[in-house]
T-cell receptor, first 117, second 114 residues
Framework: AQTVTQSQPEMSVQEAETVTLSCTYD???????LFWYKQPPSRQMILVIR??????QNATENRFSVNFQKAAKSFSLKISDSQLGDAAMYFC??????????????FGKGTHLIIQP | DAGVTQSPTHLIKTRGQHVTLRCSPI?????VSWYQQVLGQGPQFIFQ???????GRGNFPDRFSARQFPNYSSELNVNALLLGDSALYLC?????????????FGPGTRLTVT
């Protein structure tokens, strides 16, 4: 079974500082996408950033960037210049593959990010 | 463009009852997936449908079923509800199915079983 592990149940960061959320995953696929989703208290899952596994360059979306280490199956999310609106649960996700295509996404248990003003 | 929509927003049912949850994907998206999110956990995959056919199923009992309609909307049905079925049910749509397509989520349906 595919697994996604987020080892930090909760992280706290001062406003305007930088924080890194960790994620490791397990897959037998060679090419795939990886995703970070944000879920604020309103509960809507919002796609933050995606990484294409066949690209060596780390993805960046404004203040959000990833550190992707394919060999280590590590996919961390860095948030720069943290803002109060970044407070949320963050989930790492990888496709669940049955060999003929993705069945869905496998999610980690999430990291609760707290922003201290 | 409208995002993924789900109805109803909240639902309260009694043990043993049946429930139907509905989802409309983003216009042009052909694939719909369903997830169950228990409080404090990440979403767990239930079903994926593509072009009206089931493409995958997670580790859920046969009490859970789903279907996709010609307009790509979808229904999730749960029979003989148990207290443990209380959760947020999320629907996600993607343009196609496969390892290289992003899934966009709806706001969810909060199901409470008493």
């Amino acid at each position: 079974a595919q697994t996604v592990t987020q080892s930090q149940p909760e992280m706290s960061v001062q406003e305007a500082e930088t924080v890194t959320l960790s994620c490791t995953y397990d897959t037998s696929e060679s090419d795939y996408y990886l995703f970070w989703y944000k879920q604020p208290p309103s509960r809507q899952m919002i796609l933050v950033i995606r990484q294409e596994a066949y690209k060596q360059q780390n993805a960046t979306e404004n203040r959000f960037s990833v550190n992707f280490q394919k060999a280590a199956k590590s996919f961390s999310l860095k948030i720069s210049d943290s803002q109060l609106g970044d407070a949320a649960m963050y989930f790492c996700a990888s496709p669940t593959s049955s060999g003929g295509g993705a069945d869905g996404l496998t999610f980690g248990k999430g990291t609760h990010l707290i922003i201290q003003p | 463009d409208a995002g993924v929509t789900q109805s109803p927003t909240h639902l309260i049912k009694t043990r043993g009852q049946h429930v139907t949850l509905r989802c409309s994907p983003i216009s042009g998206h052909k694939s719909v997936s369903w997830y169950q999110q228990v409080l404090g956990q990440g979403p767990q995959f239930i079903f994926q449908y593509y072009e009206k056919e089931e493409r995958g199923r997670g580790n859920f009992p046969d009490r859970f079923s789903a279907r996709q309609f010609p307009n790509y909307s979808s229904e999730l049905n749960v029979n003989a509800l148990l207290l443990g079925d209380s959760a947020l049910y999320l629907c996600a749509s993607s343009l196609e199915t496969g390892l290289f397509y992003e899934q966009y989520f709806g706001p969810g349906t909060r199901l409470t079983v008493t």
